[in-house]
């Protein structure tokens, strides 16, 4: 019986020995990369393909103007390889600020470098912020190309070994790039120089990309006062807009109460969504539509 036990016994340790190391290397961790939008994390987890895990700060139907980062998110900034910031997200110079001392050596790279930014759009409640940057840069498929070339040269940066691999990945994502705004170019040709309204001004660069013209409701991107609100909504009139674009989550029902004057269509946007391509469709589709 004691033999027959210490028989079982040592088959189960070279069961264990055997199967522990396989067990270690599916659990083997990647390293992290850490964006702070969806959009991006769309954008790099093509690029980088499956040698990284990209996690985001901001999760799908977050606001960036009320953003206040978990614990949990800033760990994992903490523990990550490298942050790519958007750019001129007002959250996300606060957020390298408490999360250097602990990580020092943090590679962070800028995914707007290089993109000819709009001012003036978004007031954040007095004029001396009046002409901050747009921070909106992704919503423009022109603005992406940009936006992908600088995540390919972050991701030669940190890994040179697996170039080949980023560069094969980068001109995929560049000519799927290409093709959509084509697409969107003959779309929204019919519609050019037409207004369409919007609750906080996240279009800015879409617009200048196709020759549209963003009026926004609320540039401070929360309640606006009465008198800002009924300015907005007399220029809505006089342009003759036909559609509204709001956030559900965020800004329904003032959108919906400013509507009741401005009688265009109301389309339910999420420019921070993961599925960017999808949205950015949609968007050209609703402007263009009788």
Not at 122 to 142: C, L, M, N, Q
């Amino acid at each position: 019986m004691r033999i027959a036990i210490t028989r079982h016994i040592t088959i189960l340790f070279m069961s264990l020995s055997i199967l522990l190391p396989s067990c270690a290397r599916h659990t083997e961790s990647k390293p992290v990369i850490t964006v702070s939008i969806q959009p991006q994390k769309y954008f790099l987890e093509k690029i980088a393909g499956d040698k990284w895990e990209i996690k985001c700060l901001l999760s799908n139907g977050g606001s960036p103007e009320t953003y206040d980062p978990a614990m949990t998110h800033l760990l994992n900034l903490e523990s990550s390889k490298a942050y790519f910031r958007m750019g001129n997200i007002p959250f996300e110079s606060a957020i390298i600020n408490k999360v250097h001392n602990n990580n020092p050596g943090l590679r962070i790279y800028n995914n707007s470098d290089g993109i000819e930014l709009i001012t003036g759009t978004h007031t954040h409640g007095d004029i001396e912020h009046s002409d901050a940057p747009d921070p909106h840069t992704w919503t423009s498929v022109k603005n992406a190309r940009i936006i992908a070339t600088n995540m390919y040269n972050a991701m030669v940066d940190l890994d040179p070994g697996n170039k080949d691999e980023y560069a094969r990945n980068f001109r995929s994502v560049i000519t799927s790039l290409d093709s959509l705004d084509t697409s969107l170019d003959s779309i929204l040709a019919p519609s050019r120089g037409e207004a369409f309204v919007v609750w906080h001004p996240s279009l800015s660069y879409f617009a200048r990309d196709y020759g549209l013209r963003q009026i926004s409701l609320s540039p401070e991107g929360k309640e606006a006062s009465v008198n800002m609100m009924q300015a907005s909504v007399d220029s809505a009139r006089a342009s003759g807009a036909k559609i509204l674009f709001f956030q559900k989550d965020i800004d329904s029902r003032q959108a919906e109460t400013a509507n009741e004057q401005i009688e265009a269509r109301l389309v339910n946007i999420n420019p921070l969504s993961y599925n960017w391509d999808k949205e950015i469709i949609q968007i050209a589709n609703a402007i263009a539509e009788p």
